[in-house]
């Protein structure tokens, strides 16, 4: 089983991904695959996370090898790695070839991995050939465009450009990257999933996702989610810093992704 852990960014992907990698039956890129994405055999290391060794939370530990959004492997393989991208044949086996020794060298016959933004399938279809399921991770799309916002997407480094920007061409153009990745997402073979409902009952969410995917829950695995304290950051949270008229705004640009992932608009 291939799983692409996948998300408009900003929707709870690094969460979910963080949460999901302690299945011990799957291996994944890790944060030093992405350093040196021909080294599969650094895939062995990933128990240390997966089995919290020595009795310690290793996800935020520098230089321990976690779960990462791989972009160093992946633009090894395809430049750009994008859906603008060129396939080329033989770097496309070498990618393929790495996830099969990687699954070999791991004893693992599952591979999870997550990536965020444009869809990308054409890549996808060619490294699984086409055997893969996106679990797509959705989030009230108000609060993925306010989390753009103060993120300061595509502007961390032209400070004075953005400031210049009012809160309607804010809104209006991070709504419109939002919805370009939503639309681009729809062809992908996707499970959609809800942030929140992840944050409101972990288990829960894990029992049904797993049972949908034919997989068990292991006893180790459930003990983590258990005890993972999780806060959401919801649509009411952030319309306090917004005016009237930019709460509708927000409503009018975003109302068809609200209603199709069944958000009250």
């Known amino acids: 089983m291939n799983i692409i852990i996948h998300g408009p960014?900003?929707?709870g992907t690094t969460l979910f991904n963080k949460m999901f990698s302690y299945h011990p039956d799957f291996v994944w890129l890790s944060s030093w695959q992405n350093r040196f994405p021909?080294?599969?055999?650094?895939?062995?290391?990933?128990?240390?996370?997966?089995?919290?060794?020595?009795?310690?939370?290793w996800s935020s530990v520098k230089n321990i090898p976690k779960p990462a959004e791989a972009y160093g492997f992946w633009n090894h393989y395809f430049k750009?790695?994008?859906?603008?991208?060129?396939?080329?044949?033989?770097k496309t086996e070498d990618c393929i070839n790495f996830i099969t020794s990687l699954k070999q060298i791991s004893g693992k016959k599952n591979f999870v991995t997550k990536l965020t933004g444009e869809a990308r399938k054409e890549i996808l279809d060619q490294v699984f050939n086409k055997n893969y399921l996106?679990?797509?991770?959705?989030r009230d799309p108000r609060v993925v465009v306010?989390?753009?916002i103060k993120q300061k997407w595509f502007y961390k480094n032209k400070p004075e450009e953005f400031a210049k920007l009012s809160m309607t061409d804010k809104i209006e153009f991070y709504a419109n990257f939002y919805k370009q990745n939503f639309e681009g997402a729809k062809p992908l073979n996707r499970k959609l999933l809800r942030y929140e409902d992840l944050c409101d009952d972990p288990v829960m969410f894990f029992e049904s996702l797993l049972k949908?995917?034919?997989l068990p829950f292991?006893?180790?695995h459930r003990k983590i989610i258990e005890q993972w304290e999780l806060k959401v950051v919801d649509w009411k949270s952030y319309s306090k810093k917004y005016s009237e008229e930019e709460k509708t705004l927000f409503?009018?640009?975003?109302?068809?992704?609200m209603v199709y992932l069944n958000y009250e608009v």
């Open 9 to 11: 960014g900003r929707s």
């Open 38 to 57: 021909k080294q599969a055999w650094l895939g062995v290391f990933n128990t240390i996370y997966q089995k919290q060794m020595l009795g310690v939370d």
């Open 80 to 90: 750009p790695f994008s859906s603008e991208a060129r396939l080329d044949v033989e």
């Open 134 to 138: 996106v679990l797509w991770i959705e």
């Open 146 to 148: 306010s989390s753009y």
């Open 212 to 214: 949908d995917l034919n």
């Open 218 to 220: 292991h006893k180790k």
């Open 251 to 257: 409503n009018q640009l975003l109302k068809d992704e």
